[in-house]
């Protein structure tokens, strides 16, 4: 995951502020902004999905603090047609 930040109009630069790596096991089917831990703020899901004869999810939540990525939290083989961001929220909240 890397973070980058967009300079102003009309100069189309981009800057790299920080990234971590993740080991996953499939291919990023997408990634979406969700508050899984109920702070009022979103944080960045990224989705993947196996890719053997099962389909089966993962999901991986990230924040942006202060220009820095955090890794949050995980969930793994979840079912193809599972809610992740769903299923991040449940595991979260159990962390608690």
């Not at 389909?55 to 955090?70: D, G, M, N, P, R």
Request: charged share 25%; hydrophobic share 50%; glycine share 4%.
């Amino acid at each position: 995951m890397r973070l980058y930040e967009a300079a102003a109009a009309p100069d189309e630069t981009t800057f790299f502020v920080a990234g971590l790596i993740r080991a996953r096991d499939g291919v990023v089917e997408k990634v979406i902004l969700a508050d899984i831990d109920d702070d009022k703020q979103q944080e960045v899901i990224v989705i993947v999905r196996s890719v053997g004869t099962g389909s089966y999810q993962s999901a991986h939540a990230f924040a942006i603090a202060k220009e820095t990525l955090v890794f949050l939290s995980a969930v793994e083989d979840l079912a193809p047609d599972a809610d992740p961001v769903a299923a991040l929220q449940k595991f979260t909240s159990k962390q608690k």
